[in-house]
Each structure stands twice: as C-alpha cells, then as structure tokens.
C-alpha cells in the first residue's frame, strides 16, 4: 500500500474551522442550535479526562487515520460485493479495542465494545459498499494535499472515523455503561436497498436502541429525517421478431415508452402539490438490432418522497400505468400473442421523521456546536432510514474534512481538520452511550 504524505495541521485541538458537506442531503437547512441541556452536557462530558486525553488521541492519529482511508477505499467493495473490504474491517476492529467481532449472516463486520452495565446497545458505524462496478479502479492519489479515488469520501472515510473513534477510546481508557456495536454495514448503496441494517433491525427486541451513523465528509449536516423511496425493474416480455417480417406483433419497447407516458402524465399532478414527492426512469435496456422486435424491454425507476402516503400513491400510480400501458399495446397487436408485464419491486427504503427533540439529535447537534460548526437538521436516504422509520433514535453525520464528487470516478477528500470529525463523532457516542454524567 502506498503511503500518502500526511498533511500537516497547525489548529489545537479542539479547532474552530468547520468544514465543508459532501454529500446532497437534501435542500440546505437553517441552523439550529441544541438546548443549553445539552451544550451543558456534552461540556461537562469534554471536561472528563479520559475524554479529553481521547480527543488528544482522535488528532494525533490523523496520519494513522489516512492511512487507512487509503488502504480501505483500495479495497474493491461494488455492490453485494463487500466481502473483502469488511473482513479487513472486521480484523482491524479486533486490532483496536472490540471485545469480540464477527460478520453476521447478512456480511454486517460487527465489533463489540462491551460497557459497564450493558443494559442497552448503542449502534456506530458505516457503510462498506460503494456504487462503483466492479473492475473499477479504485486506486488513491494524491495532488497537493487532495487524496482522489472513486469512494474515498462515502464511505471510506465513514469507516476509518468508526475505526477511530474506536481506538481513541480504548487508548485512553474511555468506558461506557451502554454496550456499543461498531459496524461496517453492507447494501446502504443503490440496489443493496439497506439491506444490512434491516438485518441488523429485524428483530426490534435485540436491534440497537440507537443507531449513529457516518456517511462521508462534512461536519455541519445532521440527517435526523429518513427520505422514503421505492423503486422498480419493470420488464415487457414478448416473442420478437423482424421488424419488417414480423411487423404487427405486439412490441415490448413501445409498450414501455406508452407506460412512462401514462405515468408521467399520472405523476406529474402527484408532484406539483403536496408534500414533496419525485420520480424518475433512471435505466432503459432490451433489444437485439435496430431491425428486430425486441423480444424483451426493461426499465429501472425510482420513486421518493418525504411521506409515506405519497410515497404510496405515487407508486400506486406507477403501477396502474405499467398495466395500461400493457393494455393498450396489446389492443394495437395484429399477430401473434399477448405481450406481459413483470413488475419487481427491486428497493423499499422506509421514510420517517426523527423527533428533534429527542436527545441524540440534541447530543448530534451540541457535540457539532462544540467542535466550532452550526449542526443542519436534514432529511436524507442514508442507513438511519430504518431505525427512523422504527421510532429509534438515529441520526447521520458526516466525518469531517471536505469531500466531492461522491458516486463520481472523480470524487476526492481533503483532509482540512478532519480530525475534528472524530472528535464530534466521539463525543456523540460517548454522550449517547453513558458518559453524560457531571465531572468528577
């Protein structure tokens, strides 16, 4: 593995630069500021000096933390292909302080940090996958002090804050009375359709009682709302032929071009109104030659909104249309069979709305206020999608630096106070799992 010269930082420790969002979560939000609760709190809990020999560590381990954001973004992950970025996860969590680690039937890499009381779990991590196809060149470079690499910011960067959060703890002794599960979770991505989490929250008697999230860069952006979406492989199946020879069988392609259509014209009164609902054809495939009747044509839409009511008339809506569009090809046939349909739900990603009351989002927000950012309450599609939806606390932030280009072959991080993404994160979990209480 290549080394990349560390970029050197001349701000204390806990200094006042905040940096840049990544990630597109949503419209920009207004600023809010926690209740003066729990800015005490998280105060107070900065004062402890485990924890403050803690945040010493989360800046001192920057070169180490580069290192292995180069080493785990060069670490292929595509889609339902995560195997050998997690298990090299799930070995560096047993190197840095997990009591005990394992990948679960889902792929999940899982450490866990056993507390004082172990009462209650609290979940921390990121995801391992990334949206590139495999064969993607994923190798890091560096110009000036940019590191560059599809993947780099989200999730790489995710993963390595997990990482060191979890070894500046155990260095400097910080324990907790709640048990604390370090994740690097599979399918957050495209198709993966949150897959690990919905593993890791099957059963609600042993999920997590809360769920911290990292997910890029950043250190304003605080997801505390979970954007809903479905989305769909809809397939139009017939026997295809020449297109001249054959002329007069039913044809998948303009069935599917008469689908969108009849759905467009449904879904653009859905969406003009109301809470803010979206859709989009994102994929079109089939077809043999330019001179035959394709004997399938396909396509991939994704469906959002930031309710589930609309969320399901929209769909609704969508689904009517494939059937009519089905209908009225088959109505123009002048030979030969019926064409189908087949519609395979193909991703459901839960929407909800977490309480901005409720104390994780307040820790999420004062432990941001406290590292020298103003924390952004959003609404975004991350992993904190499913506990949101179950009514557990959750939240996604980003893990410091400035990132851009995420989903692009040209995406790229720089390290400008990243540290101060670990030590946001730290505090939060800290906070969360059972070390609030007053300085001794």
């Known amino acids: 593995m290549r080394r990349i010269d560390h970029m050197r930082r001349s701000v204390s420790l806990f200094g006042l630069v905040p940096a840049v969002a990544v990630l597109a979560l949503e419209a920009p939000a207004t600023a809010q500021t926690a209740s003066p609760e729990y800015l005490r709190e998280i105060d107070d809990l900065a004062a402890r000096p485990e924890i403050v020999a803690a945040l010493r560590l989360a800046q001192e381990l920057d070169g180490w933390a580069l290192d292995r954001l180069v080493e785990l973004t060069e670490i292929p992950a595509p889609p339902f292909m995560e195997e050998a970025r997690g298990r090299r996860f799930a070995e560096l969590l047993a190197e840095h302080g997990a009591d005990s680690v394992w990948i679960d039937a889902e792929g999940n890499a899982v450490g866990l940090r056993r507390g004082r009381r172990g009462e209650r779990t609290v979940g921390f991590g990121g995801h391992l996958d990334t949206v590139f196809p495999e064969g993607t060149d994923v190798s890091v470079t560096q110009r000036g002090d940019t590191l560059f690499a599809p993947g780099v910011a989200d999730d790489a960067r995710g993963l390595v804050?997990?990482?060191?959060?979890?070894?500046?703890?155990?260095?400097?002794?910080?324990?907790?009375?709640?048990?604390?599960?370090?994740?690097?979770?599979?399918?957050?991505?495209?198709?993966?359709?949150?897959?690990?989490?919905?593993?890791?929250?099957?059963?609600?008697?042993?999920?997590?009682?809360?769920?911290?999230?990292?997910?890029?860069?950043?250190?304003?952006?605080?997801?505390?709302?979970?954007?809903?979406?479905?989305?769909?492989?809809?397939?139009?199946?017939?026997?295809?032929?020449?297109?001249?020879?054959?002329?007069?069988?039913?044809?998948?392609?303009?069935?599917?071009?008469?689908?969108?259509?009849?759905?467009?014209?449904?879904?653009?009164?859905?969406?003009?109104?109301?809470?803010?609902?979206?859709?989009?054809?994102?994929?079109?495939?089939?077809?043999?030659?330019?001179?035959?009747?394709?004997?399938?044509?396909?396509?991939?839409?994704?469906?959002?909104?930031?309710?589930?009511?609309?969320?399901?008339?929209?769909?609704?809506?969508?689904?009517?249309?494939?059937?009519?569009?089905?209908?009225?090809?088959?109505?123009l046939r002048r030979d030969g069979p019926a064409l189908t349909v087949a519609k395979l739900k193909i991703g459901d990603r839960p929407s909800g709305d977490g309480d901005p009351n409720a104390p994780l989002v307040q820790r999420a927000l004062a432990a941001t206020s406290f590292v020298g950012a103003e924390g952004r309450l959003r609404r975004s599609s991350t992993d904190s999608n499913i506990p949101i939806a179950m009514g557990i606390p959750a939240v996604t932030i980003g893990g410091g630096g400035v990132g851009f280009g995420a989903h692009s072959l040209h995406e790229y991080w720089i390290d400008r106070d990243g540290h101060l993404g670990v030590q946001r994160a730290l505090l939060l979990l800290a906070a969360e799992a059972g070390l609030a209480g007053p300085v001794p």
């Open 161 to 331: 804050v997990v990482l060191s959060v979890l070894r500046a703890m155990e260095e400097a002794g910080v324990e907790t009375d709640d048990d604390v599960i370090f994740v690097g979770v599979v399918g957050e991505e495209g198709l993966g359709d949150l897959r690990g989490m919905k593993h890791l929250f099957r059963d609600p008697s042993t999920a997590p009682a809360a769920w911290i999230d990292v997910d890029g860069s950043g250190l304003g952006g605080i997801v505390s709302m979970g954007l809903g979406s479905v989305r769909y492989r809809v397939t139009f199946a017939g026997p295809g032929g020449h297109s001249w020879g054959a002329f007069g069988l039913a044809n998948p392609a303009h069935a599917l071009a008469r689908a969108v259509r009849l759905f467009q014209d449904a879904a653009d009164s859905l969406t003009r109104a109301g809470p803010r609902t979206s859709y989009n054809v994102g994929r079109i495939g089939g077809g043999t030659s330019v001179n035959a009747i394709p004997f399938e044509s396909w396509m991939e839409v994704d469906m959002r909104s930031v309710s589930p009511e609309s969320l399901g008339r929209i769909e609704e809506a969508f689904l009517a249309a494939m059937d009519r569009g089905l209908e009225e090809e088959n109505a």
